[in-house]
T-cell receptor, first 116, second 117 residues
C-alpha cells in the first residue's frame, strides 16, 4: 500500500519569503502525484499534479513542484509567499494505470502561516 | 461553487442515532469517492464508485457504514449507531475515469461535518 509523508506539520513564514514543503511517498510502482490546498473554511483545491514527462510541474498561484523519482519526493515550492497563501497543504498520490485502484492517499498536511 | 455538492454542511447527532449524507458529483464524472478527515490529519479514503458499482472499500469502513450510488449519479453515505469516534468531516469527490486525460483530477466538495454527542 502506498503512503505519503509530509515532514513539516506547521511552517511559519514572513511575506516574500521562499517556501518549500516536503513530501515523500512510498510505493514501488508508477504514481500520479498531487498537491492540494485547503484555505480556512473552504474545500480542497488542486494546486498542481504530475503524471509523466517534465518532472518540474507548474501550478496555479505561482506554485511549482519537482518530482525526484530516485528520492520518492514531490516537494512544493514558491519563490515568494503572500499572506493569502496561509492555508493547509496536502500532498497526495495514487497509482497510475487504467486498471489500478484510483484512491488518493494523502499526507498529514502542512499548515502554512504567512505573517504580513 | 465547487461543482460537487454535499448536504448537509453540518450535522450534530446523539450517539446511537443513524445519519445519512448526500453527495452530488459533477454530472459528467463517472467516479465518486468518499473520504473522512479528522482534525490535523489528511483525508482518509473510505470508498469509491464507478458509475453505480462500488469498486473499493477501505477497512476503515466498518459494518456500520454503508454507501450507495443507485443510479450512478448522486451518492449517500449512511452511518448507523453513530459513535463519538465517527465525529469528522466527511468529504466527497468526483473524477473522470482515465488518468491520461488532460483534465483528469479530483474535485472535492465542501464536506459534511459530523459531530456525535
Amino acid at each position: 500500500a502506498q503512503s505519503v509523508s509530509q515532514h513539516n506539520h506547521h511552517v511559519i513564514l514572513s511575506e516574500a519569503a521562499s517556501l518549500e514543503l516536503g513530501c515523500n511517498y512510498s510505493y514501488g510502482g508508477t504514481v500520479n502525484l498531487f498537491w492540494y490546498v485547503q484555505y480556512p473554511g473552504q474545500h480542497l483545491q488542486l494546486l498542481l499534479k504530475y503524471f509523466s514527462g517534465d518532472p518540474l510541474v507548474k501550478g496555479i498561484k505561482g506554485f511549482e513542484a519537482e518530482f525526484i523519482k530516485s528520492k520518492f519526493s514531490f516537494n512544493l515550492r514558491k519563490p515568494s509567499v503572500q499572506w493569502s497563501d496561509t492555508a493547509e497543504y496536502f500532498c497526495a498520490v495514487n497509482r497510475a494505470g487504467e486498471t489500478s485502484g484510483s484512491r488518493l492517499t494523502f499526507g498529514e498536511g502542512t499548515q502554512l502561516t504567512v505573517n504580513p | 461553487d465547487t461543482g460537487v455538492s454535499q448536504d448537509p454542511r453540518h450535522k450534530i447527532t446523539k450517539r446511537g442515532q443513524n445519519v445519512t449524507f448526500r453527495c452530488d458529483p459533477i454530472s459528467e464524472h463517472n467516479r465518486l469517492y468518499w473520504y473522512r478527515q479528522t482534525l490535523g490529519q489528511g483525508p482518509e479514503f473510505l470508498t469509491y464508485f464507478q458509475n453505480e458499482a462500488q469498486l473499493e472499500k477501505s477497512r476503515l469502513l466498518s459494518d456500520r457504514f454503508s454507501a450507495e450510488r443507485p443510479k450512478g449519479s448522486f451518492s449517500t453515505l449512511e452511518i448507523q449507531r453513530t459513535e463519538q469516534g465517527d465525529s469528522a468531516m466527511y468529504l466527497c469527490a468526483s473524477s473522470l475515469k482515465g488518468w491520461r486525460q488532460p483534465n483528469y483530477g479530483y474535485t472535492f466538495g465542501s464536506g459534511t461535518r459530523l459531530t456525535v454527542v
